[in-house]
């Protein structure tokens, strides 16, 4: 591998990351604090958050149940889920919060997640596909795949083609089923390589999660457009929640890390700042109806231009099925 092919996507990310920075604090020098939106109660709907007992996930969790949505989070780590639900309940007082397993780097995790889910009966309004990783070392999923692309994208992929029956379900014409995707500025810079999407060729860290995150919009483009075809009350769209003071940088490079110890307070958004846009996505009544948007602070903004093709939309979409094991039902879709 040449050393060209590793620092070319680590300038790309390290550009992308530092022009969100900069605006990030443009905006934060701009303006006085926003006043936190108020939403309305969510009383009796159901919502799945993937890795949601911690960071931005668990933010948006505890902001869900304080409405009065009954919230599920589906994590790979049992006692920091439950130590979650037992302080979101303790700090909401009425919320309905619970934890099941789900490691999204595992097929049939994924699989008897949503089986013990569909036991419970019971549907679901929400689903926000959080969960993710962050520049880590070459290694792959239980099923084969680029931990990036197997964890990032395609587990969120199976969760959400599994659980599609029950959002179809749920949603009314009145109050449509949300599917959420967390994506990131990365993807702006991303490549996709459908002949080497496991990044066997030359792994890049950088380039492996820039391409998770531009598939994630892809995928979520898409899914709106199926969904649409078909007459659905569900809408998709995808986030950017900006650059985040959380857990997820532990594999950068170790200046960064200094960096990032010593700006963070001034730079980077909280957590809690970090899952106002999925908050925004999840239930604002503004985005009732409206799907296939890239959502930043709030508002609807312009993705990457190559995530608006269409064939490679649909290429993405009939690989990510064989790679799975689901049938491609899009093919059936104009």
């Known amino acids: 591998m040449s050393l060209l092919s590793l620092l070319l996507p680590m300038l790309?990310?390290?550009?992308?990351?530092?022009?969100?920075?900069?605006?990030?604090?443009r905006r934060r020098l701009r303006s006085r604090c926003p006043p936190t939106p108020v939403f309305p109660t969510q009383n009796g709907k159901v919502a799945i958050v993937t890795g949601g007992a911690r960071g931005i996930g668990y933010h948006t969790v505890k902001h869900l149940a304080?409405?009065?949505?009954h919230v599920i989070i589906a994590g790979n780590n049992e006692r920091e889920g439950q130590e979650a639900v037992r302080k979101i309940k303790e700090e909401t007082l009425t919320g309905k919060v619970e934890f099941l397993y789900c490691d999204l780097a595992s097929m049939k995790s994924i699989r008897h997640f949503v089986q013990q889910f569909r036991a419970k009966n019971c549907p679901v309004h929400v689903l926000v596909n959080n969960a993710g990783v962050m520049l880590v070392p070459e290694r792959q999923t239980e099923d084969g795949f680029e931990e990036h692309f197997g964890l990032n994208y395609l587990g969120h992929f199976l969760l959400t083609n599994l659980l599609l029956d029950t959002l179809k379900q749920s949603g009314t014409h009145s109050h449509c089923a949300r599917i959420v995707t967390v994506s990131s500025a990365t993807h702006y810079v991303g490549k996709l390589h459908l002949d080497d999407l496991q990044?066997?060729?030359?792994?890049?860290?950088?380039?492996?999660?820039?391409q998770s995150k531009l598939a994630l919009v892809l995928f979520t483009y898409r899914l709106q457009h199926l969904l649409t075809a078909n007459g659905s009350h569900v809408t998709a769209n995808v986030v950017d929640p900006g650059v985040v003071n959380t857990e997820l940088y532990k594999h950068v490079f170790w200046v960064v890390k200094v960096v990032k110890w010593m700006t963070a307070w001034l730079f980077f958004k909280t957590p809690e700042e970090g899952a106002s846009t999925t908050i925004y996505a999840a239930i604002s009544p503004e985005m009732e109806g409206v799907g296939g948007c890239y959502l930043y602070n709030e508002e609807r903004t312009k993705s990457a231009d190559v995530a608006y093709d269409e064939e490679l939309q649909r290429r993405l979409w009939t690989e990510s099925c064989k790679m799975v094991g689901i049938s491609d039902e899009s093919s059936r879709a104009p």
């Open 199 to 210: 990044s066997r060729c030359s792994y890049s860290p950088h380039g492996a999660y820039a």
């Open 12 to 25: 790309r990310v390290y550009y992308a990351g530092l022009a969100v920075i900069l605006h990030q604090l």
């Open 66 to 69: 304080r409405l009065g949505m």
